[in-house]
C-alpha cells in the first residue's frame, strides 16, 4: 500500500492550490457574468451596506447595528425584486453555459459572405437578422426555427431574407461554420429607452444580446443600416468594413470591457449606441 500512501501524501501536497485554483475560478465566472448584467449595481450596493455595518460594528455604533439588522430581511426582498431581470439572466446563462465546446468560430470567408449578404439587402431596404453564438448554449433558440444545417453563402442568406417567404421575419442562427436554422424567434428587449422608430428586428437584437453572449447582425428594412449587438448594447449604423472587424474581433478573440469601449468609440462617431 505505499502506492496509496504515496497518493495521499502528493494530494495533500496539492491540495491547497487545487483549493486556490477551484475558488479563483468560481470568482472568475461570477465575475463574468455579472459585468454583462446590470447585476454589478446590485453588487455594489450590497457591498456599500456591508461597509456600513462594518462601519457600525468597528465603532460599537449599536443603533446603526439594530437599523440595519431590522432591515436586512427586507433588503433582500427589495433586491430580488427589484433585480429580478437580472437574476433571471444570470440563471438563464448558467443553465445555458458549456465550458467545452467545439470551435464554432465562422472563418473569415463566411463572415464576408454574411456581410456582403447584409450589403445587398441594405441596398434593397429589405430586413435581417443574423445570430452568431459564442460560450452561451442557443439550443433552445435554434429549436424555435426551420433546421437547415447549410452551407454559409451569401445567395442563400439573401434568399431567405429578401423576399416575403415564411422565413423572411424570424432570425438566422450560424453556428460551427454553417448555417444552423433560420426563422428563430428571438427574445424582445425589456429596455425602456429604445428609440422608438426601431422595430421588431432591433428590439429582438438587444434582447438576444441581453440574455446571452451573442452576436446579432441585423439590418433596418427602414433606413438600410447595418448594425451589431452584443452584450446588451446596439451599435448602429456601421461600415462594411466596421461590421466586419467588429464580428472578427468579437467571435475570434471574445470581448472585455476596454474591447466593448473601442467598439463604442468606433460605433458613436459612425451612429449610436443604445443599451445599458
Excluded at 21 to 39: G, R
Excluded at 113 to 127: F, N
Excluded at 197 to 225: C, K, P, W, Y
Amino acid at each position: 500500500m505505499e502506492w496509496l500512501q504515496r497518493l495521499t501524501a502528493f494530494y495533500d501536497m496539492i491540495r491547497p492550490v487545487l483549493d486556490v485554483a477551484l475558488l479563483s475560478f468560481l470568482l472568475y465566472k461570477a465575475y463574468d457574468l455579472l459585468v454583462k448584467t446590470q447585476a454589478m449595481q446590485m453588487v455594489k450596493g450590497a457591498g456599500f451596506l456591508a461597509l456600513v455595518y462594518g462601519f457600525a460594528v468597528l465603532f460599537k455604533l449599536t443603533t446603526l447595528q439594530w437599523v440595519l439588522n431590522f432591515l436586512a430581511p427586507g433588503l433582500f426582498v427589495a433586491v430580488a425584486i427589484v433585480f429580478q431581470p437580472e437574476l433571471r439572466k444570470i440563471i438563464l446563462r448558467l443553465g445555458q453555459s458549456e465550458l467545452f465546446r467545439p470551435d464554432s468560430k465562422p472563418r473569415l470567408g463566411h463572415l464576408e459572405a454574411v456581410v456582403t449578404a447584409a450589403e445587398k439587402l441594405s441596398q434593397e431596404r429589405r430586413g435581417m437578422l443574423v445570430v452568431f453564438p459564442r460560450r452561451v448554449n442557443l439550443k433552445n433558440i435554434i429549436d424555435t426555427g426551420t433546421r437547415m444545417n447549410a452551407e454559409i453563402s451569401s445567395s442563400l442568406i439573401v434568399t431567405v431574407f429578401e423576399f416575403d417567404g415564411p422565413l423572411h421575419d424570424g432570425a438566422m442562427v450560424i453556428q460551427s461554420g454553417r448555417i444552423a436554422s433560420a426563422g428563430c424567434i428571438l427574445p424582445l428587449s425589456e429596455q425602456q429607452d429604445i428609440k422608438k422608430s426601431f422595430g421588431t428586428r432591433h428590439r429582438a437584437s438587444l434582447g438576444m444580446s441581453e440574455q446571452s453572449d451573442a452576436v446579432i447582425l441585423v439590418v433596418s428594412e427602414e433606413t438600410g443600416a447595418i448594425s451589431i449587438a452584443f452584450d446588451g448594447k446596439l451599435y448602429y449604423d456601421l461600415s462594411s468594413v466596421e461590421v466586419t472587424g467588429k464580428l472578427r474581433e468579437l467571435l475570434e478573440h471574445g470581448v472585455r470591457s476596454g474591447a466593448a469601449e473601442q467598439t463604442a468609440a468606433i460605433a458613436a462617431g459612425k451612429g449610436g449606441i443604445l443599451g445599458h
